[in-house]
């Protein structure tokens, strides 16, 4: 039986407007992905964007995440209520860039998930 994938799960990532445009966003998303593949192997990145939020559906695919299609319903505070889910997968690159994989230990990052598939989730937010 194969191993069951790993996937990050990108839970909030925000910056501070003064500092957006600086690469701080994508150092974090960077780190993270590092962590994900460092520490538990991760395959793959995957985030709920806000449907309405086209700067981050935007900033997301620019990054090399595929936008999904709308899932209803997923905010109850926000109008409309939707979020795409983005995802990007992990490869070579992300691999080569933290000198292999699999260590023991995930820096106290979360981990769960659905029986047969690995979770990492990470909460990067304020």
Not at 79 to 95: F, N, Q
Not at 100 to 122: A, I
């Amino acid at each position: 039986m194969g191993r069951a994938e790993t996937r990050v799960y990108v839970q909030t990532l925000s910056v501070l407007s003064p500092y957006r445009g600086m690469g701080v966003g994508t150092a974090l998303l960077e780190a993270v992905v590092a962590a994900g593949v460092r520490g538990f192997g991760a395959t793959g990145v995957y985030a709920h964007v806000w449907e309405a939020n086209p700067e981050a559906l935007e900033w997301y695919g620019k990054r090399g995440f595929e936008v999904g299609e709308v899932e209803g319903g997923y905010y109850r505070r926000l109008k409309p209520g939707g979020a795409r889910v983005v995802r990007r997968g992990l490869g070579v690159r992300e691999y080569l860039a933290v000198g292999g994989c699999c260590g023991s230990g995930g820096g106290g990052l979360g981990v769960g998930g659905r029986e047969g598939e690995g979770l990492l989730v990470v909460d990067g937010g304020g």
